[in-house]
């Protein structure tokens, strides 16, 4: 089936600095990648829509300017957390749409998450 | 958007008792519900989920009711084990293009030996 493999798992940073967060899809190509933030005993709250070969689409609310999207090619997307606060502290996880909503295959695949500690 | 409501937030039951989770959604152009449960730290795990053309699905120890019409879907386990302790997200889109997935806020489920 579709992998994603996100990483890193695990960072900590000290505020103002940035960081990198990068999915990849193992297995097949996503044109589409969604980036959803997990705060602590809350649900996942999608960010942004990041397109290869486009603009990425914001949530209102979301920072386009602080919350870095690319979907540099077929199989990366990448997420970067500018100026990093500690109140960016959070679990980041993407996900790929189903890779044939058409042909019935409705499965969304997520990558592992990273859990972002901003000191 | 969708709002994808649910309830409740959290759940206890002993092990071997059945636990249900409810949720509504608002937009009637949703076609698809899937289940997730997801461990601490660990990213959700889909555990079933069903299509609009479907009132109900079944796998094992779980269910999965739709009520179209009234715009809400259940999730049913029964004969509860301790392992099934996890947050349970109900979440919906729509199959058509590359729709993303609306969450409810979760459940919290505790199941106690």
């Known amino acids: ?119 | 958007g969708e709002n994808v409501e649910q309830h409740p937030s959290t759940l206890s039951v002993q092990e071997g008792d059945s636990a249900v989770i409810k949720c509504t959604y608002s937009d009637s152009a949703s076609n698809y519900f899937p289940w997730y449960k997801q461990e601490l730290g660990k990213r959700p795990q889909l555990i079933i989920d069903i299509r609009s053309n479907v009132g109900e699905k079944k796998d094992q120890r779980i269910a999965v009711t739709l009520n179209k019409t009234a715009k809400h879907f259940s999730l049913h386990i029964t004969e509860t084990q301790p392992e099934d302790s996890a947050v349970y997200f109900c979440a919906a889109s729509m199959s058509s293009g590359y729709s993303t997935l609306t969450f409810g806020k979760g459940t919290m489920l505790l199941v106690s030996p």
């Open chain 1, 1 to 119: 089936g579709a992998v994603v493999s996100q990483h890193p798992s695990w960072v900590i940073c000290k505020s103002g600095t940035s960081v990198k967060i990068e999915c990849r899809s193992l297995d097949f190509q996503a044109t589409t990648m969604f980036w959803y933030r997990q705060f602590p005993k809350q649900s996942l709250m999608l960010m942004a829509t990041s397109n290869e070969g486009s603009k990425a689409t914001y949530e209102q609310g979301v920072e386009k300017d602080k919350f870095l999207i690319n979907h540099a090619s077929l199989t990366l997307s990448t997420l970067t957390v500018t100026s990093a606060h500690p109140e960016d502290s959070s679990f980041y996880i993407c996900s790929a749409p189903p890779q044939s909503p058409g042909g019935g295959n409705y499965g969304y695949t997520f990558g592992s998450g990273t859990r972002l500690t901003v000191v």
